[in-house]
């Protein structure tokens, strides 16, 4: 088992920044792949980023590419999501996620274990 604690979410006004983190306990978090998703009222999850078990490979969805960064510390157990130029559409709940593969998933159904979610809200 894998629990992951989001964190650093709020209110935040267009063209603002935000960090979040995710913190992991249980399992040896090395082991995981980590993702990021958000949740739009109404709309399905998204993928957002992913890293891998080292942190040298990177995925972006292309809503967010080049204003979104992930990154990890292995030796904290947090895997965090640097956000920039944030727009009133990056509104959602931002939730975390592990996933056992090691390749570079976006579909939730590879993930295993997720995080309860953090929400932002960007005012325009």
């Known amino acids: 088992q894998v629990q992951l604690v989001e964190s650093g979410g709020g209110l935040v006004q267009a063209g603002g920044s935000l960090r979040l983190s995710c913190a992991a306990s249980?399992?040896?978090?090395?082991?995981?792949?980590m993702g990021w998703f958000r949740q739009a009222p109404g709309k399905e999850r998204e993928f957002i980023s992913a890293?891998?078990?080292?942190?040298?490979?990177?995925s972006y969805a292309d809503s967010v590419k080049g204003r979104f960064t992930i990154s990890r510390d292995n030796a904290k157990n947090t895997v965090y999501l640097e956000m920039n130029s944030l727009k009133p559409e990056d509104t959602a709940v931002y939730y975390c996620?592990?996933?056992?593969?090691?390749?570079?998933?976006?579909?939730?159904?590879?993930?295993?274990?997720w995080g309860q979610g953090t929400q932002i809200t960007v005012s325009s």
């Open positions: 996620a592990a996933s056992a593969l090691i390749t570079l998933v976006a579909a939730d159904r590879d993930y295993d274990y």
């Open positions: 249980g399992r040896t978090f090395s082991l995981y792949t």
């Open positions: 890293i891998s078990r080292s942190g040298s490979r990177t």
